[in-house]
């Protein structure tokens, strides 16, 4: 089958030749994972980066008229927040891709209106308040601390450090003028909920399969220090090794609870309109409480990261679940 692989690139300028030189060199991104994953399937895989102009890309659509687009752009022009953009293009001009929709991939990048649906449906949030640039910030007085600080639009924890946790309303006012000044967008205020950081893959779309549960652990913080997932905890390899932070399967939570909370997600899933595959963000309270954190329609899904490595312990090797990615999106 003919399969276009897209994704925002630093090299726009590079045809498919060049992509492929990196896939055959095993280079490490997601996007030559997945193109490797589908040429060993027997597809026609046509590899395209996308950089500050959209044209070459229609361009290149239109000469190879693929029957499916896997989509692994995160943004466009190096910012995120037009991440869906690139879908609501595909939409508009009526090409067949993997993952989530432009509504989807719009609201859940927004954490105070993906909480507001999420608590529409009944699941637990943590209590938060949004503050814009130019607001009095006035703490609602249900929000007590320790409270968390983030911008409103990230996501992969850019903007979370242990800097974050703000425990007196001098430094909550501090956070929060740091967000808009260095992100120049909304802060969200929530109410930090200890526990621990679990981690909830799904794939399918009408009928969907819960992958095994993962889970960020921490080694023993320095005093002040909070078992948050900061920027630096999910992607700084040495900090995560001077800190005994590691990402491993989910140990001693009975079946009845992991039943539970892959219902939630799975209701989170079809809340926030997700397609084909996604991950949901929990915290598991000290009494078993489920509070969903995030819901992320776009997934990082590189070889040996704890998507795949989840797909792999219920049985999908990693060519097994790019395949099953393209079968879900082709099912729809």
Known sequence: MKIAVIFDSLHPEWEDADFKREVEAKAEEAEYDVARALLAGGHDVLMIGIGDDVAPLLTKLAAFQPKLLFNGCEGFRKNARHEYAIAALLDMYGYRYTGSSPTAL???RNKSLTKKILAYHGIRVPAFAEFHHGD????????????????????????????????????????????????????????????REVYVGLIGNDDLE?????????????????????????????????????NVFAKGVSEELTRRIGEIC?????????QDYGRVDVRLAHDN?????EVNPN????????????????????????????DEAMAR
């Open 106 to 108: 719009l609201v859940a």
């Open 136 to 195: 009095k910030l006035m703490r609602p007085s249900e929000l007590r601390f320790p409270l968390i600080v983030k911008p409103l639009l990230e996501d992969a924890s850019i903007g979370i450090a242990q800097a974050s946790v703000v425990e007196d309303d001098a430094s909550l006012s501090q956070r929060v003028e740091f967000i808009h000044e260095k992100y120049h967008q909304a802060a969200i205020v929530e109410e930090l909920v200890e526990g």
């Open 210 to 246: 819960v992958l095994p549960l993962t889970e960020m652990t921490f080694g023993e913080p320095e005093i002040g220090e909070h078992r948050i997932a900061t920027y630096k905890a999910k992607w700084d390899e040495e900090y995560r090794k001077k800190k005994k932070i590691k």
């Open 266 to 274: 799975s209701t989170a899933f079809h809340a926030l309109w997700l």
């Open 289 to 293: 409480e489920v509070y969903v954190l």
């Open 299 to 326: 997934p990082f899904i590189a070889a040996e990261h704890e998507l795949a490595e989840a797909a792999e312990k219920s049985g999908l090797k990693y060519n097994a679940f790019i395949q099953r990615i393209v």
